[in-house]
């Protein structure tokens, strides 16, 4: 490392030192003299990318019955100006939701008429995150977590299940008291239970791609890899002109890959066979359109359990991302299966499906992990967060 690249280094820790330790805390102390307005209502996400699907139920109802709501997003954490902006927002807020880690929101010990609500973006019990990641090669070190101590403020974190493995894990990940972690639900799984919804993403799907009419739709839907969010990357494993030689006369394939990956690395669509889906369908629509999800370590498994559909892990790299990330449980604790480790096995899945899927298997890993997703969510977590009778 050169010199300049070390004082730019140092530079950047003092200034974050300085604005987390003092300049903040002390904003936030001065708005927090003014009283506290129990309908301003902050829906906040600090990443460049669409609004949230967790939030989009919860903002509209939440507009519905006369909350004032304030949506921040990706740009409007960007600078002294945004920040400042943002803790004004915080020390004047009845209820602070998230869905993922902010680190602003945890400058300060929380004033009691607040109340931060974490609305994970995750369902089920996947790869770890948060305190629980013990792997050196994910995520901040312990002396950065020590110096900047993650997710203190949350006062509620709604999630899929009571199974009380769940219920502990997101506890440990979290760092909270078991009373914080709730099965009220995940807002955006309640459109599986519209069935006007399930129509309707499966008839724009046919619309947007009717190079697939006549054929099966399956998703492809993997999670990224990499050490952080900044370095994350996925490279597709499967030889696709290959796939389409084998299943090209029963199957289409959608793409889906995580919204954070920054690499895509041998992924291409548009010969009849592949279709990207990102920016055209959401993952509710895509979900909802697929006759068949294939999968590994992403949380979207857990929500396809709701549709009672046939789910493939394709899991080349379960030993290296197991090691590298953490899984809160074994694998086949998670996912019902099948488990492939090979294209050829895939293929031969794919084929067979009629033979190997169980509906009695599926909607046992259903109920144990997503048995507060009921079609009610959104209600069931406003009514929890502004003690308001149904």
């Not at 330790?21 to 129990?38: C, E, N, S, T």
């Not at 995520?139 to 009380?164: A, H």
């Amino acid at each position: 490392m050169s010199v300049l690249c070390a004082v730019r280094q140092k530079l950047k820790a003092a200034a974050k030192a300085f604005g987390y330790k003092g300049l903040l805390p002390f904003l936030y102390r001065l708005y927090a003299r003014q009283p506290a307005d129990p309908n301003l209502v902050v829906f906040a996400d600090n990443r460049d990318r669409p609004l949230p699907d967790n939030f989009e139920p919860l903002l509209k109802l939440c507009e519905e019955r006369g909350k004032t709501c304030v949506v921040l997003t990706g740009k409007d954490f960007r600078g002294i100006p945004a920040l400042i902006r943002f803790i004004r927002l915080y020390a004047r807020c009845g209820v602070l939701f998230l869905t993922d880690f902010i680190a602003v929101t945890d400058v300060v010990p929380l004033r009691p008429e607040t109340q931060v609500v974490q609305l994970w973006h995750a369902c089920g019990l996947g790869k770890k995150w948060g305190y629980a990641v013990t792997s050196d090669t994910w995520g901040p070190g312990r002396r950065i977590r020590e110096k900047y101590p993650m997710y203190v403020n949350q006062t509620l974190v709604s999630v899929s299940s009571d199974d009380p493995v769940l219920l502990e894990s997101y506890r440990s990940a979290f760092g909270c008291a078991p009373e914080t972690v709730r099965a009220l639900g995940v807002p955006r799984t309640d459109v599986f239970f519209d069935e006007a919804f399930r129509k309707a993403a499966a008839e724009k799907a046919r619309a947007l791609f009717p190079e697939a009419a006549g054929r099966k739709l399956v998703l492809f839907a993997p999670t990224f890899r990499g050490e952080s969010i900044e370095e994350s990357y996925y490279r597709l494993p499967l030889r696709l002109d290959a796939m389409k030689e084998a299943l090209g006369e029963e199957y289409a394939l959608l793409l889906r890959l995580h919204p954070l990956t920054r690499r895509r690395a041998g992924v291409s669509a548009g010969d009849g066979f592949v279709f990207d889906t990102d920016g055209k369908l959401s993952m509710q629509e895509a979900l909802c359109a697929a006759d068949v999800l294939i999968t590994d370590y992403s949380s979207i498994l857990f929500e396809y359990l709701l549709l009672n559909r046939p789910i493939i892990s394709f899991i080349p790299d379960l030993e290296q991302y197991t090691a590298d990330r953490g899984l809160f449980l074994p694998y086949e604790e998670m996912a019902p299966g099948p488990y492939v480790r090979t294209q050829e096995e895939l293929v031969e899945k794919l084929r067979t499906v009629s033979s190997w899927f169980d509906p009695d298997k599926q909607q046992s890993y259903r109920t144990r992990f997503m048995s507060a997703c009921d079609g009610s969510s959104t209600e069931r977590i406003y009514r929890e967060v502004f003690k308001e009778q149904s």
